[in-house]
């Protein structure tokens, strides 16, 4: 009997290592593999193609990668059914070697800047311009365009007749046939600036550093009227940076720059102006003075003196098109739209001076509405219960919009865009019919488009289309993913769930490392960003290894769209309106999904990462839910929206400020952290103010709770270099040493 039990212990001993392997370079090195830089046209290959078209609309140029080889290709619209080479690559490589003598390979060819004709081609390579003839494949370099600097600070008229410019923080014009000047403000000064603009990342240096100095305005198609903006600083309060980052400086350099804050009544105030230019005096409108955040954006029309305005209410829960006539004064509202929660993805695009389209969610889904200038009739062009991303094309010709939708067929994921088009009498046409998600480019004069299509578990096909039929004229690329499938690499597994409100069905997808095991039970890692604007799930088979590198040390990697995310509903965002800590319910509920599910997921090792609006989720999961995420890396977040730039919080989480801001702050529920926390920011982040990371690690320090914390001093919001590769290492080796349990390694190389 006791031999038995020695047998029985031994096998769990044995049972126990082989689930517990020590973490090697080996491992870090397979990671390594799968970092963008590493796979991609290297392990795999033409996962998305990019093609560049000819100026001349002749046709266009790509490059085709293999494991061996990488060629460049052309279609020309002559024989658009027709792929061939480029140029013959051997001749232009022994080409390029003698006249820079040095030995250029097929594959070491990198051109840019292509253009074609019947008998040479014109490209860069190293910062070089060359011509090559196609027949003796004799090159000549050609010298660059002598292309005299434009000054920023002046702009001249349509017409040439005239030059605007800045003088004392007051606009002059200034004829160009008689050099006399006018001055058309007066008011101009220091902080109240005429003809100036509102730089997002306008940095002060020192105690008393100056603002940049900016010029901005445009002018009517006739040249007869000017539109621009007078920025006002006066009151505008500032955010502080230390840059501690400069060698042989030993004294930390103060930089500041203008950023509202949420509920701020400080901050740059933007009005709009517009001159006559004949009459030399400016008219007066009805546009108010706003914050930056919420500024008039102005459309010139063809027609002389005729504008739209677009008025965004602060709190965005209304905006208004308005059409203004500066030689009648006349303003009338074209468009309103408004909200109980937020208005956030109007748009609109000019047709012609009779009609414009705009995106509206009025009905509760993205559609697109034509509306009638003559009649002021507004139409609803696409059928509903669905979203509509993007319009790709206009002929405005033929009177028909080219547009990309989600979810409008009834078997596709509804993450999934295909390609639509609709005329002007609401007829809509499917043209791109296969159940995938489709990534298209069209050509300069619209006739074709290329298609990019694939889903994460499906390689990308990527063909050349009829822009009127959809019909697939020719394929030009297929991802080949071979080398990396014969070691092991499996797709992504794609999943879904009722959500929290136990009706929506909501989408996911994980990753698994290359040497998965079913019997052993993984931690599970929730790759995380909850921020409305945003989604996770990954729609193209160019996402399908976004996350290997992370699986391969030894996880599960998970992404998941919850309630309150983009690219559905507007009822299906609404639900973070003033709610956004509550984000990550459906994140919880998915990994419990999973768990349930596949028994190689250890659900009492759940792990989470993320940068900005992720990181603030990060710090939100371990203080949400404490018992349920245990490791966490929270990389330039906002833990305390109060903290943040003024427009993302005030758009998602409500205007005025109010309580809901102190209960969802991680900062002030910093108490309830258990597990294991690194903070990570960069020093000179002037996106995410840096302060709100120093604010939550005192906090933790006042709770008495261990945390880990790193500040890179010469970073901004996204780290770069061997800024990013060290904080990788960091990231991967606090969920090697919390969650998997094992002793990291430091001593390896990022660099394959």
């Given at each position: 009997m006791k031999n038995i039990l020695l047998l029985f212990f031994s096998f769990l001993l044995i049972n126990c290592s082989d689930t517990k392997k020590k973490i090697t370079k080996d491992n870090y090195a397979n990671a390594i593999g799968f970092l963008y830089a590493n796979y991609n046209n290297k392990k795999v290959f033409n996962l998305n193609t990019n093609v560049n078209w000819f100026k001349d609309?002749?046709?266009?140029?790509?490059?085709?990668?293999?494991?061996?080889?990488?060629?460049?290709?052309?279609?020309?619209?002559k024989n658009p059914t027709k792929v061939e080479a480029l140029f013959d690559h051997s001749k232009l490589a022994k080409s390029l070697s003698e006249i820079l003598e040095v030995t250029i390979k097929d594959n070491d060819l990198s051109l840019t800047n292509i253009q074609k004709t019947e008998e040479e081609i014109s490209f860069t390579f190293k910062d070089k311009n060359y011509s090559v003839h196609l027949s003796s494949y004799k090159i000549t370099e050609n010298q660059k365009e002598d292309l005299r600097k434009t000054n920023e600070l002046e702009s001249t008229s349509p017409d040439g007749k005239w030059l605007a410019f800045t003088k004392d923080y007051n606009l002059f014009i200034k004829s160009t046939q008689t050099n006399k000047e006018y001055q058309l403000s007066t008011a101009g000064k220091k902080g109240y600036e005429y003809a100036s603009y509102y730089g997002w990342f306008d940095k002060m240096y020192g105690e008393n550093g100056e603002r940049p100095k900016r010029f901005s305005l445009t002018w009517s198609k006739d040249s007869k009227y000017i539109a621009t903006t007078i920025v006002d600083t006066r009151n505008a309060e500032k955010m502080y940076l230390l840059?501690?980052?400069?060698?042989?400086?030993?004294?930390?350099?103060?930089v500041s720059y203008f950023r509202g804050s949420p509920g701020d009544d400080k901050m740059v105030m933007v009005t709009p102006v517009f001159y006559n230019v004949d009459k030399k005096r400016e008219v007066k409108t009805t546009l108010p003075t706003t914050t930056h955040i919420n500024s008039s954006s102005i459309q010139w029309t063809n027609k002389s003196g005729v504008l739209l305005a677009t008025n965004r209410q602060r709190g965005f829960k209304k905006e208004e098109v308005i059409k203004i006539n500066l030689n009648t004064l006349n303003h009338k509202s074209l468009i309103t739209e408004k909200s109980k929660t937020n208005v956030e993805n109007f748009d609109y695009q000019m047709i012609n001076d009779d009609s414009l389209v705009f995106y509206s969610e009025r009905s509760g889904w993205r559609q697109l509405y034509l509306y009638d200038f003559k009649t002021d009739k507004t139409t609803m062009l696409t059928s509903d219960n669905y979203?509509?991303?993007?319009?790709?094309?206009?002929?405005?010709?033929?009177?028909?919009?080219?547009?990309l939708a989600s979810g409008k067929e009834k078997e596709s994921n509804p993450y999934h865009q295909q390609l639509y088009s609709v005329n002007f009498k609401g007829d809509e046409k499917l043209l791109t019919p296969e159940n995938l998600h489709h990534q298209v480019s069209f050509s300069n004069n619209g006739k074709y488009f290329v298609d990019n299509m694939s889903n994460i578990q499906t390689e990308t096909k990527t063909v050349l289309r009829n822009t009127k039929t959809g019909e697939v004229l020719t394929t030009l690329t297929t991802a080949n993913i071979d080398l990396v499938v014969n070691k092991?690499?499996?797709?992504?597994?794609?999943?879904?769930?009722?959500?929290?409100?136990?009706?929506?069905?909501i989408y996911g997808a994980f990753w698994k490392p290359t040497n998965f095991n079913a019997s052993i039970k993984y931690p599970i890692i929730d790759a995380t960003y909850t921020g409305p604007h945003t989604q996770r799930f990954p729609k193209s088979f160019n996402n399908a290894f976004s996350n290997q590198a992370l699986a391969e040390l030894g996880f599960i990697v998970v992404r998941i769209d919850g309630l309150g995310t983009a690219g559905r509903s507007k009822k299906f965002r609404d639900f973070s309106y003033k709610n956004m800590g509550n984000n990550l319910e459906d994140h919880v509920l998915a990994i419990k999904y999973l768990a349930n599910k596949y028994s190689f997921i250890a659900i009492d090792k759940v792990g989470i990462y993320g940068h900005s609006a992720g990181g603030y989720d990060t710090g939100r999961a371990l203080l949400a839910f404490p018992d349920f995420y245990k490791v966490g890396v929270a990389s330039s977040a906002d833990h305390d929206f109060r903290m943040e730039k003024a427009w993302w919080p005030e758009m998602y989480q409500g205007w005025p400020v109010d309580s809901t801001y102190h209960q969802i702050s991680n900062i002030t529920n910093a108490h309830n952290l258990k597990g294991k926390l690194l903070l990570a920011h960069g020093g000179l982040d002037d996106n995410v103010n840096p302060s709100a990371t120093f604010k939550l690690a005192e906090a933790l320090i006042k709770a008495d709770k261990e945390f880990d914390l790193l500040i890179l001093p010469s970073q901004r919001h996204g780290y770069t270099g061997l800024y990013r590769d060290y904080f990788m290492k960091k990231r991967w080796n606090?969920?090697?040493?919390?969650?998997?349990?094992?002793?990291?390694?430091?001593?390896?190389?990022m660099n394959l």
């Open positions: 609309h002749s046709g266009f140029w790509f490059v085709d990668y293999s494991k061996n080889k990488k060629e460049y290709k052309t279609v020309d619209f840059d501690w980052s400069k060698d042989e400086v030993f004294k930390p350099e103060l979203v509509v991303n993007d319009i790709v094309h206009i002929d405005k010709k033929e009177e028909i919009i080219y547009y092991g690499w499996e797709k992504p597994t794609v999943f879904s769930l009722t959500a929290k409100d136990e009706e929506t069905t606090y969920f090697i040493e919390h969650l998997l349990g094992q002793e990291p390694i430091w001593d390896f190389n």
